[in-house]
DNA sequence: GTTGGCATGTAACCGGTTACATGATTTT
DNA sequence: AAAATCATGTAACCGGTTACATGCCAAC
């Protein structure tokens, strides 16, 4: 359901496009937040036109359809958006890391987390500059309206790399506080099972 | 491959168990992060026996059949662990909520967040409650070891929960700083779309 | 005239959820 | 004897990814 949601959202709030479009916007803007290949948006969007929830508006060059949304399509919108209570699924193959970094050696551990952080400190730079391109009048004290889309996500996008930077950094300096001193304890790099036989 | 990893993981930290010890196991300590029924667990883990990655170590009273991890196993484990990059295709309905929420009026954008906001701060007091419960040796000088596993990855989730609420009481603050104060202008409960008309 | 972007679609596959199905053992 | 829990599996369905397939139009 939620691609439908992301969709009539895009619709709402950047007024008709086709299919194509759509894609696009999905490589750009809402990429950070949601992703769906066209394979997946036109089979979509022709079950939401069968269930009048879009409508097509006109037709294009090259068999372009513009799609436009309907009273229902809204009101639908407004429903999961109003009456939506998240079920977080997580299933972000960070988390799975995160749980089982312990397994390693502590340098190993060191350097797998170093790795991420980085990759995280990139993708924060992204999102920066993403944001400083944002223009100045959303900034300031334009008024409430569907222009705003983007920029509580990115916000809240920032806000989350921030947090797992952090993770990673304390979570670096802690391993090397534990590390035993002893180099020669730096031993064969073999995941030693022998401490907890059982649950 | 991640099912395939988590299972893994579980059984190099926690030694041998039946496909039902590691569903229930899902079900608790590892479900913050990762989530399986038992309906995939028990395909995955016959699959893996065929590969040679886990085996049959004995079996039990209801044609119960602990699985234990082999020398491929860990060393498929370790591969990933060291060399993954983690591709974050993040597709959490929370992130959508949050990119669409722009759309709603602010009366109603500021009901949503205090909704989601309240989930988070449940959550992040039952995560709290759960790292209390943590044995003290494991917050005290312990080596580095198995026994760590999910110590950082709580640490972890506790940050994303705590990201989670302070970006939502900014954001209801932001609008209520926006919001016009004439109460009047709170006018029908309908998406307006013509303020930008494309894109 | 050929390259590149526009534009739409389908098919195979993969992983996850829900529901179906069965039966053994232990506890009350 | 009944209920709860242990324990394993299969099947239908759903959503997403990758790859396949086709063709139009504009620019160079």
Chains 1, 2 share one sequence.
């Not at 920032?158 to 797992?164: D, G, I, N, S, V």
Request: aromatic share 6%; charged share 25%.
């Amino acid at each position: 359901m939620s691609l439908r949601i992301a969709l009539l959202g895009l619709l709402a709030a950047a007024g008709p496009a086709s299919g194509y479009d759509l894609a696009k916007k999905f490589e750009t803007s809402v990429s950070h937040v949601w992703q769906a290949g066209h394979s997946r948006i036109y089979p979509e969007l022709a079950r939401m036109t069968a269930g009048g929830l879009i409508a097509v508006e006109a037709e294009g060059p090259r068999g372009r359809k513009t799609y436009g949304i309907t009273p229902d399509g809204e009101a639908e919108l407004r429903r999961w958006l109003l009456g939506h209570t998240p079920v977080s699924t997580r299933r972000d193959e960070t988390d799975l890391q995160a749980f089982l970094v312990p397994l390693l050696e502590p340098d190993e551990a060191i350097a797998v987390l170093r790795r991420m952080k980085d990759g995280w400190e990139r993708k924060l730079a992204e999102l920066e500059s993403l944001q400083a391109m944002r223009p100045a009048a959303e900034n300031a004290t334009e008024e409430w309206g569907p222009g705003w889309l983007g920029a509580y996500a990115l916000d809240f996008r920032l806000r989350m790399e921030q947090a797992l930077i952090d993770w990673a950094a304390d979570t670096i300096a802690d391993i090397e506080r534990r590390r035993p001193a002893d180099p020669a304890s730096t031993g064969p790099a073999v995941i030693d099972m022998t401490a907890s036989p059982a649950s």
